[in-house]
T-cell receptor, first 108, second 117 residues
Framework: SQQGEEDPQALSIQEGENATMNCSYK?????LQWYRQNSGRGLVHLIL?????REKHSGRLRVTLDTSKKSSSLLITASRAADTASYFC????????FGDGTTLTVKP | GAGVSQTPSNKVTEKGKYVELRCDPI?????LYWYRQSLGQGPEFLIY????????DSGLPNDRFFAVRPEGSVSTLKIQRTERGDSAVYLC???????????????FGNGTRLTVT
């Protein structure tokens, strides 16, 4: 079974709105990573948060981590049509294990 | 610099045939990973290498699948007696070091789309 599970499975918003995606995992982690995948392409690393961090920012991205609840969230502020993609969280030691992702559609 | 390169980008083969998928990682990256992704799903781990050796091959579905990385750089995923269920996108990724407590994100190639007819 997958270590990381994202929800919602699909999210559709208007340009300019914020998008929030959640990730839950099962076992202890060293870090948690978020990736984006555009259709027909490989995954692109967005941000990594260590287990001793609670929040991290990168541009319009904000990631939070709650190790007591084994969950993380990814917030994309002021979304753009170009943010349309699938988003995955990944955890693991050695190998990284992915969930099935959240498909985000940003309508212009 | 150059990213992870995967060839071919598309491969169509007949059921029962043998295929090889190639991955050229980022220069200097010691860890190399193979994943398989079906439509609408996340990447499914197959195997990862640290240098030349397979550090974890627990994701290989059966003995028809085999991967090598003889010189610690380029890797080849080999599938024997292909079945229609093997159809998927095969993704390769590399990282500077294995993600074992360090901050080493994975860098992915664009994948090889394998279709078994």
């Amino acid at each position: 079974s997958q270590q990381g599970e994202e929800d919602p499975q699909a999210l559709s918003i208007q340009e300019g709105e914020n998008a929030t995606m959640n990730c839950s995992y099962k076992t202890s982690i060293n870090n948690l990573q978020w990736y984006r995948q555009n259709s027909g392409r490989g995954l692109v690393h967005l941000i990594l948060i260590r287990s001793n961090e609670r929040e991290k920012h990168s541009g319009r991205l904000r990631v939070t981590l709650d190790t007591s609840k084994k969950s993380s969230s990814l917030l994309i502020t002021a979304s753009r049509a170009a943010d349309t993609a699938s988003y995955f969280c990944a955890t693991g030691r050695g190998k990284s294990t992915f969930g099935d992702g959240t498909t985000l559609t940003v309508k212009p | 610099g150059a990213g992870v390169s995967q060839t071919p980008s598309n491969k169509v083969t007949e059921k029962g045939k043998y295929v090889e998928l190639r991955c050229d990682p980022i220069s200097g990256h010691t860890a190399l990973y193979w994943y398989r992704q079906s439509l609408g799903q996340g990447p499914e781990f197959l195997i990862y290498f640290q240098g030349t050796g397979a550090a974890d091959d627990s994701g290989l579905p059966n003995d028809r699948f085999f991967a090598v990385r003889p010189e610690g750089s380029v890797s080849t995923l080999k599938i024997q007696r292909t079945e229609r269920g093997d159809s998927a996108v095969y993704l390769c990724a590399s990282s500077l070091t294995p993600n074992s407590g360090g901050d080493s994100p994975l860098h992915f190639g664009n994948g090889t789309r394998l279709t078994v007819t």
